[in-house]
């Protein structure tokens, strides 16, 4: 079984930074692209950023320049530099990755979610 546990949010001030990480764990042969979305009540997820297993990186233009994904594959964990944070960035902040697994002989590929971290800015 394989679990995404998220910690890192809070209530920020406009203007401060926030620091999320997500760590997986579990049966987990290899952990390929990982990222975070948001949804805030009443809208859809949307992408916040991704990184492959290689390093690259995809952010949407509404956190370009203020926020930065990375990841530590030795722990399988992915973390979110939140900067210059402004009270539209409210919201749920959910981890994402493509994860393999292995059971028997037998390969699986599937995304799974993390539980969702609240992130609240405001003064």
């Known amino acids: 079984q394989v679990q995404l546990m998220e910690s890192g949010g809070g209530l920020v001030q406009p203007g401060g930074s926030l620091r999320l990480s997500c760590a997986a764990s579990g049966s987990i042969f290899s952990v390929n692209a990982m990222g975070w979305y948001r949804r805030a009540p009443g809208k859809q997820r949307e992408l916040v950023a991704t990184?492959?297993?290689?390093?690259?990186?995809n952010y949407a233009d509404s956190v370009k320049g203020r926020f930065t994904i990375s990841r530590d594959n030795a722990k399988n964990t992915v973390y979110l530099q939140m900067n210059s944070l402004k009270p539209e960035d409210t919201d749920v902040y959910y981890c994402n990755a493509d994860i393999r697994t292995l059971r028997g002989a037998y390969f699986f590929n599937n995304k799974y979610w993390g539980q969702g971290t609240q992130v609240t800015v405001s003064s």
């Open positions: 990184i492959t297993s290689g390093g690259s990186t």
